[in-house]
Nanobody, 121 residues
């Protein structure tokens, strides 16, 4: 499975961005999908995940209420809508696929290359 993220960029605090992750080379509809992020000097951390059907979602406490994960199985794409962005959201954001089909915080099988999100104060 190949994953390609897009939609990152520079935004002011309080602004919004929508990240996309396009999947190819596998059966997208059976995978749970997740978003992770890594800030400079920090470990990669879980952000959000969505199950194969789109009904089940999971969020890190730090983004709950501000970020929304969704997917379109017809387009083999998962999205991360990020609102009310804060400078501490600055990181490289990675998309990941998990063959377990249900959302979880770790043990993903496939990873994208990442897209940079920078939030200025």
């Amino acid at each position: 499975v190949q994953l390609v993220e897009s939609g990152g960029g520079l935004v002011q605090a309080g602004g919004s961005l929508r990240l996309s992750c396009a999947a190819s080379g596998g059966t997208f509809s059976i995978y749970a999908m997740g978003w992770f992020r890594q800030a400079p000097g920090k470990e990669r951390e879980f952000v959000a995940a969505i199950g194969w059907s789109g009904r089940d979602t999971l969020y890190a406490d730090s983004v709950k209420g501000r970020f929304t994960i969704s997917r379109d199985n017809a387009k083999n794409t998962v999205y991360l809508q990020m609102n009310s962005l804060k400078p501490e959201d600055t990181a490289v954001y990675y998309c990941a696929a998990d063959s377990s089909s249900y959302p979880r915080r770790m043990n993903y099988d496939y990873w994208g290359q990442g897209t940079q999100v920078t939030v200025s104060s």
